[in-house]
């Protein structure tokens, strides 16, 4: 079955930088986008960065700049690479897998918290 199974969250001070990964099984990870979401304390889920089987990407325009999505299909991981951390960076983030007919699997999320 899917699996999507995140980690590297953690605490950090503002302006640090975390790496976020997203093991993937059970389906054919090579040729499916991903994409890493998060949600904040009383705030509704959100895309941060997407990235397609060849490796197109696309960022909220929060991240822009700080952040980068990447894949390694040999490892059937997804990266989100987060620079320049801010307090408001502060979420659960989550990646995300649609197939083609539109059913979604999550991961379980990793927290990020971004505190002086």
């Known amino acids: 079955q899917v699996q999507l199974v995140e980690s590297g969250g953690g605490l950090v001070q503002p302006g640090e930088s975390l790496r976020l990964s997203c093991v993937a099984s059970?389906?054919?990870?090579?040729?499916?986008?991903m994409n890493w979401y998060r949600q904040a304390p009383g705030k509704e889920r959100e895309l941060v960065a997407a990235i397609s089987a060849g490796r197109s990407t696309n960022y909220a325009d929060s991240v822009k700049g700080r952040f980068t999505i990447s894949r390694d299909n040999a490892k059937n991981t997804v990266y989100l690479q987060m620079n320049s951390l801010k307090s408001e960076d502060t979420a659960v983030y989550y990646c995300?897998?649609?197939?083609?007919?539109?059913?979604?699997?999550w991961g379980q999320g990793t927290q990020v918290t971004v505190s002086s």
């Open positions: 995300k897998y649609r197939t083609t007919w539109g059913l979604e699997y």
């Open positions: 059970g389906f054919a990870f090579r040729s499916a986008p």
